[in-house]
């Protein structure tokens, strides 16, 4: 091959012509025994996102170098910044937006919201029942192919409830995790499902 040959050695090193360009822990190691596509996004967080990548070059073609450029990644973070924002607002349309037409919203005791209008449905039942204030904090954007990524976060805040609730405020502390496909240049929810971190009352 042109550019070499690359190993990944037992240490977990990513070797190319006998150089270390990258490193893959056990579970990565595993994960990308048998592929062509070895890379990897580290977290180096500093309060945005800042990952850097780790790739064994000469096997990664075009499409998928232009997957891990950062204006995908900066993209995405900006729809996660967009749609922590409509929960803000009780808005439904802001919310919609930014999910693919084939969507699943999956709600923590609650059965899957699948497709535009039940995705729709699902919110205006929430902003019906309580307000919410809440920040987004992003853990990891990660693309997984050239159309496809996937964001893990946590949210925090609080929910004031309306219907039958006498104006309640709770805690709201969750798990947030999003697959994203790009449609049409745009990244856009295609599945997203949160659970809860508070404790059992």
């Given at each position: 091959m042109?550019?070499?040959?690359?190993?990944?050695?037992?240490?977990?090193?990513v070797h190319k012509s006998g150089r270390a360009i990258g490193f893959l822990g056990e579970e990565q190691r595993n994960s990308f025994?048998?592929?062509?596509?070895?890379?990897?996004?580290?977290?180096?967080y500093s309060g945005l996102l800042g990952?850097?990548?780790m790739c064994v070059e000469g096997l990664l073609p075009q499409h998928?170098?232009?997957?891990?450029?950062?204006?995908?990644?900066?993209?995405?973070?900006?729809?996660?910044n967009s749609y922590q924002d409509g929960l803000n607002a009780s808005s439904t349309d802001s919310v919609m937006k930014l999910y693919a037409p084939d969507g699943v919203f999956m709600a923590q005791h609650s059965p899957s919201a699948i497709g535009t209008?039940?995705?729709?449905k699902a919110y205006d039942g929430i902003f019906a029942a309580r307000t919410?204030?809440?920040?987004?904090?992003?853990?990891?954007?990660?693309?997984?192919?050239?159309?496809?990524?996937?964001a893990r976060a946590t949210s925090a805040?609080?929910?004031?409830v309306k219907a039958g609730g006498g104006g309640h405020t709770g805690q709201e502390a969750n798990h947030e995790l999003f697959i994203f496909q790009k449609l049409g240049g745009l990244w856009k929810i295609a599945r997203y499902c949160f659970s809860t971190m508070n404790p059992p009352s």
């Open positions: 042109r550019n070499g040959t690359t190993t990944t050695r037992k240490d977990g090193r025994r048998g592929t062509t596509v070895h890379y990897l996004m580290n977290e180096t990952p850097t990548c998928i170098r232009n997957i891990i450029m950062s204006q995908d990644i900066e993209a995405i973070t900006a729809a996660l209008d039940a995705i729709r919410l204030s809440v920040k987004l904090e992003i853990l990891e954007v990660i693309p997984t192919a050239p159309n496809w990524a996937f805040g609080s929910t004031v």
